[in-house]
């Protein structure tokens, strides 16, 4: 990678299939060269891989297969803009589908660990604009786990 920063993800052992998986489901994502570990160390024997270099949603990333000492904490997400239900629907569902646990309020974590918040922009662009329209928007927000874009434009329109 040419970048000077980008963002390092820890994995247990599966980068790669991680990295692929996010390609699969993210535009503006992609997988790159697979490092593979020159010696051995407590995560890899040589010629396993240890790094890999993906993209998700042009944001640059390296997985390390780093070995179970460290786990993956919703501190860390990738927060997923998304512009009508069939796009939050179809991320969420990739996500939770393919072994990964839902959460509240639109995050959800893959099944690697990883945190994500798929979130409408109707949402986002709601805290932006009036505040009791703000604040009923949010109301309906946390009682919900995927995020309903019908529910919360009645709620903004304070029904």
């Not at 990883?114 to 932006?128: E, N």
């Not at 604040?135 to 309906?140: T, Y």
Request: aromatic share 10%.
């Amino acid at each position: 990678m040419s970048t000077k920063a980008l963002i390092c993800l820890w994995y247990e052992k599966d980068a790669e299939q991680a990295a692929r998986f996010y390609a699969e489901t993210f535009p503006n994502s992609s997988v790159g060269k697979v490092h593979l570990s020159p010696a051995d160390n407590p995560s890899a024997k040589a010629g396993e891989p240890l790094t890999v270099d993906f993209t998700v949603l042009g944001i640059p990333c390296l997985g390390l297969n780093g070995g179970p000492h460290f786990q993956q904490s919703e501190a860390f997400s990738f927060q997923v803009l998304t512009e009508d239900q069939e796009e939050t629907d179809r991320y969420w569902d990739a996500i939770v589908g393919n072994g990964g646990q839902e959460s509240m309020c639109g995050w959800c974590k893959d099944r690697w660990g990883v945190s994500w918040q798929i979130t409408p922009r109707l949402l986002a662009d709601a805290m932006d604009g009036e505040p009791e329209r703000a604040r009923r928007i949010f109301e309906a927000m946390m009682t919900m786990k995927k995020i309903d874009i019908a529910a919360l434009e009645r709620a903004g329109a304070g029904g």
